[in-house]
């Protein structure tokens, strides 16, 4: 089945800077990959995804890229802010139908002011 | 509107009790996820309801787990003989889901945070 790493596990960054959060996977099959934001004591949130379709979709100050050959995608967030603080993760979804989304284990971003 | 709702938010039990989770999902939506997020893991898929049928259960742990959905509407999950390794946050996420697929955006609950002493 599919199996997805993400790293870093965590990460600090200087308010304004810019975070990169990757992602690898392992089915080729799969096709769409979404970015949940979970902040503290709530569940996660779409924030972002992206289909198999595109290399890279924006959002303001969230962009996803996508690379289907290695099988990695990456979530960049430009202009940190100490509200971007959170535990992000990723995930990827095979066109199957039988295959739930599968995660990765997240990464806790730390923006300092 | 009213986003996907869970009661309690949190619960704690002794071991070997029986302990039933709620969601309420977003009015409308087709489909429900349950998932199970341990500290520091990923959310670890438990089982998905289309309508009232549970097409997959292949994330159940074990047979101490199971889960229901009534109506098209709210779901229960229930954790029979509970253990300490079952403590953990179980979410709950609805979407609404048409074909045979899991791409939909799914939209999650603020959890319950199950403690077994």
């Known amino acids: 089945g599919e199996n997805v790493e993400q790293h870093p596990s965590t990460l600090s960054v200087q308010e304004g800077d810019s975070a990169v959060i990757k992602c690898t996977y392992s089915?080729?099959?799969?096709?769409?990959f979404p970015w949940y934001k979970q902040e503290l004591g709530k569940g996660p949130q779409l924030i972002i995804d992206i289909r198999s379709n595109v290399g890279e979709k924006k959002d303001q100050r969230i962009a996803v890229t996508l690379n289907k050959t290695a099988k990695h995608f990456s979530l960049h967030i430009t202009e940190t802010q100490p509200e971007d603080s959170a535990v992000y993760f990723c995930a990827a979804s095979t066109p199957s139908g039988n295959t739930p989304l599968v995660f990765g284990k997240g990464t806790r971003l730390s923006v300092i002011a | 509107g009213a986003g996907v709702s869970q009661s309690p938010s949190n619960k704690v039990t002794e071991k070997g009790k029986d302990v039933e989770l709620r969601c309420d999902p977003i009015s409308g939506h087709t489909a429900l996820y349950w998932y199970r997020q341990s500290l520091g893991q990923g959310l670890e898929f438990l089982i998905y309801f289309q309508g009232n049928s549970a097409p997959d259960k292949s994330g159940l742990p074990s047979d101490r787990f199971s889960a229901e959905r009534t109506g098209g509407s709210v779901s229960t999950l229930t954790i029979q003989r509970t253990q300490q390794e079952d403590s953990a946050v179980y979410l709950c996420a609805s979407s609404f889901r048409v074909g045979g697929t899991y791409q939909e955006t799914q939209y999650f609950g603020p959890g319950t945070r199950l403690l077994v002493l």
């Open positions: 089915d080729s099959a799969s096709n769409y």
